[in-house]
């Protein structure tokens, strides 16, 4: 029987547990360091799921699908439970369009609240927030947006102050130097064309907010399957 990867790690292996195969590299996890998303919010009608469920490589165990703790493999756009008893996690909902802030409606999947021993506790609307790993730098970019600075002053400022500043994400965020960012937004230096260059440097493998593919899929490749390989687990 394979043994869970982080228990081996942290020397707290049990004889016989049970372990489940992270539904992208297939890495196994005990109940207990497994995050855990339900299978039906990957619903294969929806064309948002389209994508990511081509990449599940592992189905889901009595409704679930478990993911390894890769920082990559944690998906986005769909509830999350932690936990041999799945007590604790988050929970992303679909908002109607009139609900959401003004600058973020073409993001539909919001964290709304969270789950603390087996307990829902939604928040109040103003404090949802859209479900995305650099969801703080696309709401700092909604606000910068609000300003109506100039054209190439919008630009200027949403790489110096939110692009080149993102630093506790740069796992998963490729980025990009200033040419880069200037010659793909230039054209249209809106703040929908930014968030979509945003996506386009996220190596979160699943997101069913994604607004563009990874800019490198070589790479993206990689990080479905071999993460370890991208950057230290």
Not at 99 to 125: A, C, D, I, Q, S
Request: charged residues 25%; hydrophobic residues 35%; glycine residues 6%.
């Amino acid at each position: 029987m394979s043994q869970c990867e982080e228990c081996k790690r942290y020397g707290t292996t049990k004889p016989g547990e049970e372990t489940y195969p992270c539904s992208l590299c297939g890495r196994p996890r005990c109940s207990r360091h497994a995050i855990w998303a339900p299978a039906h919010q990957f619903d294969q009608r929806d064309p948002r799921v389209e994508a990511a469920g081509v990449v599940l490589k592992h189905g889901p165990v009595h409704g679930w699908y478990a993911f390894c703790e890769s920082v990559f493999h944690t998906p986005r756009g769909v509830s999350l439970r932690l936990g041999a008893e799945r007590s604790n996690g988050s929970i992303v909902e679909r908002v109607l369009f009139d609900e959401r802030p003004l600058g973020l409606e073409t993001f539909k999947l919001w964290k709304v609240g969270v789950v603390e021993n087996n307990v829902e506790y939604r928040w109040p609307p103003e404090q949802y927030t859209p479900s995305c790993t650099l969801a703080k730098s696309v709401v700092a970019l909604a606000l910068l947006s609000k300003k109506g600075l100039p054209d190439e002053q919008f630009v200027s400022a949403a790489y110096e102050r939110v692009i080149s500043t993102i630093t506790t994400q740069r796992t998963v965020f490729a980025v990009p130097t200033r040419e880069e960012f200037v010659d793909a937004v230039s054209d249209n230096p809106c703040l929908a064309m930014t968030v979509r260059f945003l996506c386009s440097r996220c190596l979160v493998a699943v997101c069913l907010n994604r607004h563009a593919p990874f800019y490198d899929s070589k790479i993206f490749k990689r990080v479905l399957r071999q993460p370890w390989k991208v950057a230290p687990q």
